[in-house]
């Protein structure tokens, strides 16, 4: 069974960091790569960043690019979020997520097939 677990997430004031963790395990598990989402209250789960394992390339939703840093480990199934800049709007709980069948670019969350019970952050300004 696999299984993705976040940590790292709590309550920040506004232009603060956090960094994000998340582990994954399971029997086999592999991925191609692995994202952060986030849901706000009332609001649909959006993108945020992901990693891809082939080059180590990264992509990341405009809201949180230049603030926000992915990065991670394949050989040891992590990835990380390093949030710099926080603000109200970024208040959410953050998912991490594992895509095992592709690499290229990708931040629909329906593609990606494992996913962690999440993390809350809170940023109070």
């Known amino acids: 069974q696999v299984q993705l677990v976040e940590s790292g997430g709590g309550l920040v004031q506004a232009g603060g960091s956090l960094r994000l963790s998340c582990a994954a395990s399971?029997?086999?598990?592999?991925?191609?790569?692995m994202g952060w989402f986030r849901q706000a209250p009332g609001k649909e789960r959006e993108f945020v960043a992901r990693?891809?394992?082939?080059?180590?390339?990264?992509y990341y939703a405009d809201s949180v690019k230049g603030r926000f840093t992915i990065s991670g480990a394949n050989a040891e199934n992590t990835v990380y979020l390093q949030m710099n800049s926080l603000n109200s709007e970024d208040t959410a709980v953050y998912y991490c997520a594992a895509d095992t069948k592709s690499y290229g670019p990708n931040s629909y969350s329906h593609d990606y097939e494992y996913w962690g019970q999440g993390t809350q952050v809170t940023v109070s300004s």
């Open positions: 399971g029997r086999l598990f592999s991925s191609y790569a």
């Open positions: 990693i891809s394992w082939r080059a180590y390339s990264t």
